[in-house]
C-alpha cells in the first residue's frame, strides 16, 4: 500500500510538471503573436482649433516715391533694402532735355542787359545835359533880373529868361523820366528771362530725387539706365522700418479671433522655427472682391526679414479650458465610423468616438472617452476587438 501511494505521488508529480510545461508554452505563443503596441493615458487640458493660414510681411505704413520729373535714371544711391534717412539722395534723372535752351536764355539775358544798360546810360547822359540846361538858364536869367535892376533891360527880356529856365527845369524833368523808363524796361525784360532760367533750374532741381521719410526701401522698381516715370512708383520706402504680417481669412476663423491674441509664425526665409507673434489688428469689413478680413500680428522689431516674405500663420480659435484630447493619429476610421483602441486586461478594446475640435496635432473627443484610460497610440493600425497585446512603449513597436 505504502508502494502503491509512492507510485501515485510520482504520476502525479509528473501531470502537474508536464501540466505547468504546457501552460508555459501557451503563454509564450500568445506573447509571440501579440501585437506590439505603445500606449499614453487619455488626459485633458485646454485646447483650440489651430487654422493655418499663408501671411506676407508688409509694412506698417509705406510711402511711394515718384520722381517729379520723368527721364533715364542716371544714378542710383540705393539697393532693396537699404536703410535711408528723410532728405537722402535716391536716384537722380538726366535732365539735358530740359537745360538744353539754359544757355540760349543765358545768352539773351547777357545781351538784354548789355542793351538795356546802354539806353540806362544814354538817358541818364540826359539827364546831366538837361541839368546843365538848367544852370544855364538859370544863370541867364539872374543876368537880366540884374540888368533889369539898373534899367539896362526890359520886363520882356525877363520873362523870355524866365520861360528858359522853365523849359531847362521840364527838360530835365523830361531826361529823367526817360531814365526811369529805361530802368523799368530793363527790369521788366531781365525778369521775363530770369523766370524762364529759374524754371528750367527748377526743373533740374526736380531730377534729383531725395527720400520723404527714414525707412527701409521695401521695393525698388528702377535701374540705371532705365526709365523713372511719373506714373509709377519708382521705390517704396517702408516707414521707419515698422514691419508687420498680414494675412486674410474667412469670416468663420476671423469671429474666433482677437486683438491681442497669440499666433505661430514661420517665416522659412529667415528661420524654420515658430514663433510667438501677437495679433495687432482685426479689420471689421471683408475685402469686396475676395470676402477674406485681413488680419495683421505684430513682428519682432529686431526682426531681419524682406517686405514681401511669405509665412505659415496658425491661428488659434474655439478656445476650450478643458476638454478630453488625444493625438490625432490614433484615430481610425471605417466609413463614417471613428474608433480608437484601448487596452483591457491586456486585450485590445474598440471604442466608438465623437470628436470635436481639431487642434495642433490632438483632436477633442466629445463621446467616447472620459479621460485615464490606457490608449494605443502606435500600433493601432494592427489590432481588432479583443487581441492580443503586449505594451512596449517605444521598444520594438509594430510601427
Do not use: H
Not at 233 to 249: H, K, Q
Not at 264 to 272: A, C, L, R
Not at 308 to 336: H, M, N, R
Amino acid at each position: 500500500m505504502q508502494k502503491k501511494n509512492r507510485f501515485l505521488a510520482i504520476i502525479l508529480f509528473c501531470v502537474m510538471l508536464l501540466s505547468a510545461c504546457g501552460n508555459k508554452e501557451t503563454e509564450q505563443k500568445q506573447t509571440e503573436t501579440a501585437t506590439a503596441v505603445e500606449t499614453q493615458v487619455v488626459s485633458s487640458g485646454e485646447m483650440s482649433s489651430s487654422n493655418k493660414i499663408a501671411g506676407q510681411v508688409t509694412p506698417v505704413e509705406s510711402v511711394q516715391v515718384f520722381p517729379m520729373l520723368a527721364g533715364k535714371v542716371t544714378s542710383l544711391n540705393v539697393s532693396d533694402g537699404d536703410i535711408v534717412s528723410q532728405g537722402q539722395v535716391l536716384f537722380t534723372v538726366d535732365t539735358s532735355t530740359v537745360t538744353s535752351t539754359l544757355g540760349a536764355l543765358q545768352q539773351s539775358y547777357n545781351a538784354t542787359k548789355a542793351a538795356t544798360d546802354q539806353a540806362i546810360n544814354t538817358a541818364s547822359l540826359g539827364v546831366q545835359n538837361a541839368e546843365l540846361a538848367v544852370t544855364q538858364a538859370q544863370t541867364a536869367l539872374d543876368n537880366v533880373n540884374a540888368l533889369f535892376a539898373v534899367g539896362a533891360a526890359s520886363s520882356q527880356q525877363v520873362t523870355q529868361a524866365e520861360q528858359g529856365v522853365q523849359q531847362a527845369q521840364s527838360g530835365l524833368e523830361q531826361a529823367k523820366t526817360a531814365v526811369e523808363q529805361a530802368k523799368a524796361s530793363q527790369q521788366a525784360s531781365l525778369a521775363q528771362i530770369q523766370a524762364s532760367i529759374d524754371q528750367i533750374n527748377a526743373q533740374v532741381a526736380l531730377g534729383t530725387v531725395t527720400s520723404p521719410v527714414s525707412g527701409k526701401i521695401s521695393s525698388l522698381n528702377i535701374t540705371v539706365g532705365g526709365m523713372a516715370s511719373q506714373t509709377s512708383p519708382a521705390m517704396i520706402i517702408a516707414v521707419n522700418n515698422e514691419l508687420m504680417l498680414s494675412v486674410f481669412a474667412s469670416e468663420n476663423i476671423r469671429s474666433g479671433v482677437q486683438v491681442g491674441d497669440i499666433a505661430d509664425v514661420t517665416i522659412s526665409s529667415v528661420s524654420s522655427d515658430a514663433m510667438k507673434c501677437t495679433v495687432r489688428s482685426v479689420s471689421e469689413n471683408a475685402d469686396a472682391q475676395t470676402n477674406l478680413y485681413e488680419i495683421t500680428l505684430y513682428l519682432p522689431a529686431d526682426l531681419n526679414v524682406p517686405v514681401g516674405a511669405f509665412a505659415d500663420v496658425v491661428l488659434y480659435t474655439d478656445k476650450k479650458e478643458s476638454t478630453i484630447q488625444i493625438p490625432t493619429e490614433c484615430i481610425l476610421t471605417d466609413g463614417e465610423e471613428k474608433y480608437v483602441f484601448t487596452i483591457d486586461d491586456n486585450k485590445a478594446k474598440k471604442v466608438l468616438i465623437s470628436t470635436g475640435l481639431v487642434g495642433d496635432g490632438v483632436t477633442e473627443i466629445t463621446e467616447g472617452l472620459v479621460g485615464g484610460e490606457t490608449l494605443v497610440t502606435k500600433g493601432q493600425s494592427y489590432l481588432s476587438d479583443g487581441a492580443d497585446i503586449r505594451i512596449v512603449n517605444g521598444e520594438d513597436s509594430a510601427e
